[in-house]
């Protein structure tokens, strides 16, 4: 297959700045990230478990992931029958040009599907009513800005639209104390790192127009952890381990 488009829109917001100066000048010259090598290893996280659950919501359409990365999520939803088209926004033009494209290939992307889009989610160059869902993976906890970016989704999204999240950071019940270290390392290089209640999360949504809901799941192969993603285990999920898929409904 060909490869996909990149095109660049214009960055306007002032926040996130101090992330996309470390995304576009710092992130790929370090051990970890300096190499398309090195992302690709780290998509054997375990995180490819969510694809078979993710196609349980019927996804369809046009499609947006925003915060995409190396788009490894944006290369799966590709491969969906009934996706037409995928559009993969990131303001880091670095990860989008090195690394996007390598991690495509190796996914077998449908390239003629996906469209590479150089911006900025705090303001999206899109119609209204435009996408039937919206996806983030590890990336709605960066937003500084969590009302601008919510409000924009919703404008964007189709009547019935769906906002899906993967891999957000949740503060489990009986483990509050995690918040004090979370995402230490990488605050002090310039990364925006937040994690929030589930409380917290349904109200950042609910004020900007969208309902959300919490599915219990643990990603990757290990035995244990298909055990606990079924009920009644799975009720464990939000004491000990809280990881979820958020799914956020645009309400009318």
């Not at 800005?145 to 999240?165: F, T, W």
């Not at 489990?172 to 929030?196: C, H, M």
């Not at 004020?207 to 990603?219: E, H, I, M, T, V």
Request: charged share 25%; net charge positive.
């Amino acid at each position: 297959m060909g490869k996909s488009r990149l095109i660049r829109t214009k960055i306007t917001s002032r926040a996130n700045l101090a992330e996309m100066d470390y995304r576009n000048k710092v992130q790929l010259t370090q051990e970890k990230y300096d190499s398309p090598q090195k992302w690709l290893q780290m998509i054997n996280d375990g995180r490819l478990s969510y694809v078979p659950k993710l196609k349980e919501f019927r996804i369809y359409g046009r499609v947006l992931e925003l915060g995409a990365g190396s788009a490894w999520l944006s290369s799966e939803l590709s491969k969906f029958p009934a996706v037409k088209k995928v559009y993969c926004l990131d303001f880091s033009e670095a990860i989008l040009s090195r690394v996007t494209p390598v991690i495509m290939k190796h996914l077998n992307a449908d390239t003629t599907k996906i469209t590479r889009i150089v911006g900025d989610f705090n303001k999206l160059e899109f119609k209204d009513s435009y996408f039937g869902f919206v996806f983030f993976d590890a990336a709605l906890h960066h937003i500084t800005d969590m009302d601008s970016v919510l409000s924009e989704i919703r404008r964007v999204l189709k009547p019935n639209g769906k906002l899906i999240a993967i891999r957000e950071p949740v503060i489990p019940i009986l483990r509050p104390w995690i918040k004090a270290s979370f995402g230490k390392e990488d605050k002090e290089q310039g990364v925006t790192e937040n994690i929030y209640t589930m409380k917290e999360w349904r109200g950042f949504f609910a004020r900007n127009g969208l309902k959300l809901q919490f599915f219990p799941f643990l990603s990757g192969n290990r035995a244990l952890f298909k055990i606990l993603n079924k009920w009644p285990f799975s009720s464990l999920n939000k004491y000990l381990f809280a990881h979820f898929i958020f799914v956020a409904h645009k309400e009318r």
